[in-house]
């Protein structure tokens, strides 16, 4: 690798994904991974294989189909672990294990309840493991920023004697400033025997706002892989954020000298895709790729940008693929067109689901003059939402008035009985009656902790897109997300879509 290079290590599968509200099917992780895999990251982390049997197999699923990166399995510094990880990634072309044991007197002392010395051992036999069964492998000292620095150089360099490859280091609570960090990596690369055989990577999350500032720190000093997420998410206040960080280093290349594989005109595309998987807006003023980023409305601003748009613009919009032309489809647009935009959107759909979703398709552009990306977003959402259901909406009635309570009646069909079953209840509003006789006909399946309801597209005929929460008894948290041009109707199959996610767990 060349010593002006840095790595660009994306972890939106992993520690993106762990974060409330951003949680995946095995379907939309390897959508991702393919556009993750277009974005040219260097290395995708896929997930965490041990975590439970759905993040092994959509690791696995990412590892047999992605060729063009490293694909990569986060492991604890166990053995269990680590032989679990190596089976989800070991048919990946360019296979990696990350482990991980934390190093700060407060995570060993109360979570660890270990030693140094038992900590070190474990670095040690970790990697002594996944190195016989894997060419790469990363170590993380978890809350490496937050450790003591003779004992960071102890374990680093008995893991690098071992076998490491990466050394990673957490600033895992977003703890230190960027000068703070630079200093800390560069005393690590100065002082720890090996250093000059591995490649130093940062993982820095955003508890303070200083996730991509740390991270661009930490190369200055000599890292040459950094470790982010799309749209910056991740535990609590997210992680460094990946546009940011690469536009960072792209725009500002006179200052940096480094250079990245990144193809940034792919950025704008891989957020919103994340975006339409998860149902989590990105903010309008987020660096790069909210709404705002190259929007101006004082006037200022606007008299500077018709002279030159370099007055207020330090990049691009094309830059970052903001402006990329976007197909518009309508009710005209045949069934080759469909499958071409859905190919490129990243969706490989088969015969049926093509079929099932160019008929909804025709549906809605009876109603919409003109689809646009996010309108077939919402379609092939549903159709995949639809496999192996449970419960499915047959029709419904709604009613209300000032001098007559809402009222909603529904009627389901069980696919496991075939059996069409109805219902008829009152609420406060007709969304709310709807969903009390979901309940009455498929149980109670926990507390609703969030209605959200947003448009997919501007005008009146645009697409509600509903997306909900619901917090089960045990303490897991369930979504759902559906949309149509009726705002009652897409948050009645939102909320099924959780029933049935809640019925096949």
């Known amino acids: 690798m060349k ?189 720890t025997p090996g250093a000059d055989t591995v490649i130093w990577s940062t993982h820095c999350h955003d508890d303070l706002g200083l996730g991509v500032a740390n991270s661009l720190a930490g190369v200055r000093a000599g890292a040459r892989q950094i470790e982010c997420t799309i749209n910056g998410i991740g535990e609590r206040a997210g992680n460094a954020s990946l546009e940011e960080v690469v536009m960072a280093l792209q725009t500002r290349a ?50 500077g940008m018709l002279a030159n748009p370099e007055t207020y613009e330090i990049m691009t919009p094309e830059s970052v693929g903001v402006d990329k032309t976007n197909i518009v489809l309508g009710k005209h647009s045949g069934r080759a067109a469909l499958d071409a935009r859905l190919k490129d959107m990243g969706y490989q759909l088969d015969k049926t689901q093509l079929s099932e979703v160019f008929a909804d398709f025709k549906i809605l552009a009876d109603k919409k003059k003109d689809i646009a990306d996010s309108d077939l977003a919402i379609l092939v959402h549903g159709e995949l939402a639809e496999a192996n259901q449970t ?51 498929c149980g109670d399946y926990g507390t609703l902790t969030e209605f959200k309801m947003d448009a997919v597209t501007a005008g009146i005929d645009a697409q509600a897109v509903v997306n909900v929460r619901l917090e089960q008894k045990d303490g897991s948290v369930i979504t759902g997300r559906a949309g149509d041009t009726d705002i009652v109707k897409a948050a009645i199959l939102a909320y099924l879509e959780v029933v049935n996610k809640s019925e096949t767990n």
């Open 3 to 191: 010593p002006n290079y840095v790595k660009i290590f994306d972890t939106t599968l992993r520690d993106g994904e762990q974060s409330p509200g951003f949680s995946m099917n095995i379907e939309e992780k390897v959508r991702l991974a393919l556009q993750l895999e277009r974005l040219g990251v260097d290395v995708m982390e896929a997930g965490f294989p041990a975590a439970s049997p759905d993040d092994f197999t959509a690791v696995k699923r990412i590892a047999e189909v992605v060729t063009k990166v490293e694909v990569c399995g986060l492991a604890r510094a166990m053995e269990l672990d680590i032989r679990t990880t190596w089976e989800a990634i070991k048919e990946a072309k360019m296979p990696r294990i990350h482990t991980f044991v934390a190093t700060s007197p407060i995570h060993m002392e109360y979570k660890l309840k270990k030693s140094p010395e038992q900590v070190k051992q474990m670095a040690i036999d970790a990697v002594t493991l996944a190195k016989s069964l894997c060419d790469r492998v990363d170590f993380s000292p978890e809350d490496g920023g937050r450790s003591d620095r003779e004992f960071l150089v102890d374990v680093i360099g008995a893991v690098i004697k071992a076998g490491a490859d990466t050394i990673n280091i957490p600033d895992t609570v977003g703890y230190l400033t960027p000068e703070e960090f630079e200093d800390l990596i560069r005393y690590l690369i100065k002082n």
């Open 254 to 303: 006179d200052f940096y000298q480094l250079e990245h594989g990144v193809d940034s005109t792919e950025i704008y595309r891989t957020s919103q895709l994340l975006e339409q998987i998860t149902g989590q807006k990105v903010q309008a003023n987020k660096a790069i790729v909210g709404k705002n980023a190259f929007a101006h409305e004082s006037g200022i601003h606007q008299h």
């Open 391 to 441: 419960w499915s909406l047959v029709d419904y009635e709604l009613g209300s008035s000032d001098a007559k309570q809402p009222y909603a009646a529904l009627r389901l069909k069980n696919h496991k009985t075939d059996e069409i079953v109805a219902s008829k209840a009152d609420g406060d509003g007709m969304v709310d009656a709807a969903y009390t006789c979901i309940k009455q006909l």
